[in-house]
Structures are given as structure tokens and as C-alpha cells.
């Protein structure tokens, strides 16, 4: 009565799926009267149009996925070309690999032949999955290859890489990291174990493990760690790995550290290691029967002939 309002009609945009809103139409002219015919012809009007919104907004969603699309193989381009090859050394074989759960992950190694002939191992684990945890592994490696030649030791390079991760990073981002200095010619390793999955030694089917020494890189402003050391012996086979593996999942089960033992044990003959690597994962898939793995896997062996 306000408006003058003689005629008036209202019908939904519905576009055979949805109800998108309300398409609606009035008169103050007292000639015009809507009847049946007249809200037929709108019902069919609004239907038309929230059928071409609907097309219009899915047009714009897969551009938008389309584009992340891109920008995601393009992440993960760049984050496999920031892998090293292992190492060719004399004596020794080496081999790694990273396989993500997702596009882009976590998950990190990185080898460094210094100047004064040994040889820097470097396995990681980024706190969180996706983009996040994929920049961090960025930074913290890129860090870390700056700082290869400058620090005396793991100890050293553990605590600088600290301080940078501290400075750059909020209090929820951290790192778990295995940081060794090998000695190629006397098999003399040194290494920090900051919060990572401890690694296996296999020789003659026994195995023997290499102790954490301290939290996290990235946790605490500051952090005793410790530094250990030990020799691969001639015929020991290292692995280093990351919590993808024994925290692969069947259910509730997990496949868990004696299990890597023994997949270990079962290919510590193998004169291949990248077909011992095959060999390895194909024991955590197996165990998992086909279920979607959750989180990155992670695998360096390093082996003393």
C-alpha cells in the first residue's frame, strides 16, 4: 500500500538443482494485472537465468582451478629440482628419494661435498603438508646449503639453522631433522638427531640405530643439543627415513620400527640399493593394502662396499 503496489509476482531462480534466490517483479499502474499466463512466463524467465549464473559462476570456478592447477605442477617442479643426485663416491653407494602424499610436501634430504672432502647428509621433515610445509622445506634447505661449508660440524649447523628457522617462522613451524658428517675415507660419522626418526645400520642381519640427540630445529630459541658420533663400518648399510614410514597406517595398525627392521634386514644384500628402495616401500605399501598413504615417505641408503 506504501509503494502503490497494484500487481505483483515472485518466483524462485531455481536452475534445476538449486534455489538461488528469488526473481521478482511489481506494477503501481492499476492497468496491469499478472494472471497465470504472466507467472508462467517468469518462472520460465528465472529459470533461464539462474541456469546461466550457475554456468557463468562453474565457468569462473574452473578457471580458478585450473590456475591453481598450474601454479601446483609448477611448485612441484621446482621443489624436485631442488633435490640433489647422490653423491658418486669411491667406495660408498648412495641413493634417495622422496615420494609426497600430495602435490608438493615436506620432506627434504640434500648431500654436500665439502671442500675439505667430507661428505654433509641431510634429512628433513617439515612440520604440516601442502604449500606451507612446502615452503618451508624451501627455505629451510636453501638455508642450509649456505651454511654447509661455514660450520665446523652438524652441532654447529643444527644451532645456526635454529636461530634462522626461529627468526623467520612462527612457534607452531619446526622442523625434524637428521644432520650427519661423513668421513668417507675412515667411515668416521658424526651427527645430530634433532627429533627425527631414529636411523637403522644393517649389517649381517643385525641392526643397530643412531640415537636422537635433541627436539626439533625451529621449537626453542635455544637448545642443548648434543653431537654423536660412530663409524659405518665396511658392508653396513645406513638408512636414514622419514616418520612416513614407520607411521604408515592399515587401520589403526601402524607399520612401525621393527618392521622397518625387517625390510630392512630383507634387502640389506641387495647389490642395488635403488632396487632395495623398490623393495622397501613396496613392504609399506603392501601393509597398508591399497589405503591412501597420509603423510610423505622419505628414503636415503647410504652404504659403505
Known sequence: ????????MAVPLFDNTNVLG?????STNPAVTYGQAELELLTLLGNMAAVKITNA????????QQRLAQELATATRIQQNLLPDPPELE?????ARIETCHEVGGDLFDFQLREDGQLVV??????????????LMSSTLSSARVLYDECAGPLQLVRRLNGILQRSTDSRSFVTMFVGWLDPASGSFRFVNAGHP???VVRAGKVRTLPVTGIPVG??????WTEEHTVLEPGELLALFSDGIPEAQ????????????????AVEAESDLAVAADRVIASIDEFAAGQHRADDVTLVLLRRD
Open 250 to 265: 592399515r587401520g589403526e595398525e601402524f607399520f612401525d620400527m621393527e618392521r622397518v627392521a625387517e625390510a630392512l634386514r
Open 91 to 95: 667406495g660408498w653407494q648412495c641413493h
Open 22 to 26: 528469488i526473481l521478482y517483479v511489481d
Open 122 to 135: 641431510l634429512v628433513g621433515d617439515v612440520s604440516g603438508k601442502g604449500m606451507g610445509a612446502a615452503l
Open 219 to 224: 621449537m626453542l630459541r635455544d637448545h642443548p
Open 198 to 200: 631414529e636411523p637403522h
Open 1 to 8: 500500500i506504501a509503494q502503490a503496489i497494484h500487481s505483483a
Open 57 to 64: 559462476r562453474l565457468l569462473v570456478a574452473e578457471q580458478v
